[in-house]
């Protein structure tokens, strides 16, 4: 399966120490493995995304420039010229993102929400149908797949 976003990766090096099924190290030379149990009850191990860090579609389906856009198509922004105009893809990959999160045991997911695709014009324009209909997939794919706790920002 192709990683598609940072959050992702990172739980996956977090992973390769902390074993999803049964909380041994990948390392055995460690001398105090991280098992599961040696958190609370309840807690609930979960992968986190900032919408301009993965989303990418940078003017796709109505969204409209935000600053970071801006910001990082400004001369010098990046050494490479890199930004996120792509970013991981997660607006057209978010299924593959969700399965790799379900198929990792995680039981949550924090996004923040691209208000640029929310509300192109700002706050006084019209809502953008398409942006409610991306996070609203984001959020029903989630629940059909058992997790307990979305939030937004």
């Known amino acids: 399966m192709e990683l598609n976003s940072v959050a992702i990766y990172l739980l996956l090096v977090i992973f390769t120490f902390l074993d999803a099924g049964n909380g041994s190290r990948f390392n055995q030379e460690a001398e105090d493995p991280i098992k599961r149990s040696d958190f609370p009850p309840g807690f609930l191990f979960g992968a986190a995304t900032s919408a301009y860090q993965v989303e990418g579609a940078y003017l796709e389906d109505g969204k409209s420039l935000n600053n970071w856009d801006k910001f990082c198509h400004s ?68 629940i059909h797949k058992g997790k307990r706790l979305v939030s937004f920002k």
């Open 75 to 142: 001369k010098g922004c990046a050494e490479d010229g890199e930004n996120g105009d792509i970013a991981d893809d997660h607006y057209h990959l978010y299924m593959q993102d969700i399965e790799m999160m379900h198929s990792l045991g995680l039981k949550a997911y924090r996004f923040s929400i691209s208000w640029s695709r929310i509300l192109p014009s700002g706050r006084f324009g019209e809502v953008n149908p398409l942006g409610i209909r991306f996070y609203n997939n984001i959020v029903d794919n989630l």
